[in-house]
């Protein structure tokens, strides 16, 4: 079934950069997920930024792109390892074997205990998943790499935060930033401790860009004050955290995580940075509770080095 993957012609300004959005509506809605990939039309290449869920989807983004694949080398890119963004890689086994382009760490987290215990489980639940393997990428890069499309220059980095593997695609000639998951529509997702720092490093980098317009897998916002959204955010779990470390110097970490979220409610995240924002399925408030708890930790582990 392929119905659930359809090209959003709004999110793009420019007839070179198609937006694919795959919608997965199961009946268990906290499994619910949309997700973006990008195909960049260029003049020698085209270039496929993520595989979205199963082979199926990427068998209709390349029918679509048909026309101009008769006359250009397909290059694949995955923006990182998570599940939504690469179990469509199995399309390309068998049809061409194109190039798949990754971070260096991506090959390793795509076969981790987590990631096989992901397909595990949402191929015990959905007929959708069912011709889903774990394809790694064939080409891998540590910091940057450039794709010279002719027209147009792909610039490939790497972006951690979100994943240690997650990259970003800057393109200079329509000050265009593919951001995937380094940024997200309502909040950005941390799933390590070590991720925090990452993350504000790759959200500053953004900004230095200064892009005209960014895209993110999650969201359907093509808005460069997206990047300052995320950033105020972490900056604002961060100035509460450390407030409350400040004057309650000796709770645990549980209390002070439960302190936290009381002292920064995800009712007051979406009041302030997207009141439009309907959470229908609890996912970003897991996932502030998530990014309160590795901001925590951060702050924590600091606090106790500099008594040392
Ligand atoms: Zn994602």
């Keep these: 079934m392929t119905q659930e993957v359809s090209l959003v012609p709004h999110m793009s300004d420019d007839n070179r950069i198609l937006v694919f959005r795959r919608d997965f509506a199961p009946p268990i809605k906290e499994d619910a997920l949309q997700v973006d ?18 082979p199926a989807d990427m068998e209709f983004v390349t029918n679509e792109l048909a026309p101009a694949l008769m006359e250009r080398q397909l290059l694949v890119i995955n923006s990182h390892s998570d599940w939504d963004h690469t179990w469509g890689n199995g399309y390309f086994v068998g049809h061409g ?28 639940h959905y007929g959708t998943f069912k011709n889903v393997e774990l394809i790694p990428p064939t080409l891998t890069f540590e910091q940057s790499l450039t794709i010279y499309g002719g027209d147009l220059t792909l610039e490939l980095f790497s972006a951690p935060g979100h994943e240690p593997d ?21 909040i950005p ?20 860009l200064n892009p005209a317009r ?6 359907g916002t093509t808005a460069p004050s997206q990047i ?14 450390q407030a409350l470390l400040t004057t309650h110097p000796a709770l645990t970490q549980e209390a002070l995580l439960a302190a936290a979220l009381h002292a920064y409610p995800f009712k007051e995240v979406l009041a302030t940075l997207a009141p439009l924002y309907q959470d229908n399925t609890g996912f970003y408030r897991e996932a502030h509770a998530t990014n309160v708890r590795c901001i925590v930790q951060t702050l924590m582990f600091q606090a106790l080095n500099e008594k040392e």
């Excluded at 190039?99 to 015990?124: K, W």
């Excluded at 995320?230 to 955290?241: A, C, G, H, M, P």
């Design 214 to 219: 960014v895209l993110c897998s999650h969201g």
């Design 37 to 54: 990939a990008y195909a960049i039309i260029t003049e020698r290449y085209v270039v496929l930024c993520d595989t979205l869920l199963c």
């Design 166 to 186: 997650q990259i970003a695609i800057w393109i200079p000639e329509l000050r265009l930033l593919l951001a995937f998951d380094a940024a997200e529509y309502p």
């Design 97 to 124: 074997e194109p190039p798949i382009i990754a971070q260096a760490l991506c090959p390793q987290n795509l076969f981790s205990d987590t990631s096989r215990e992901t397909l595990a489980y949402f191929q015990g």
């Design 228 to 241: 300052e959204h995320n950033l105020t955010y972490l900056r604002t779990i961060e100035q509460r955290v």
């Design 189 to 208: 997702t941390l799933h390590e401790a070590t991720g925090f720092p990452a993350m504000l490093a790759t959200l500053e980098s953004f900004l230095d």
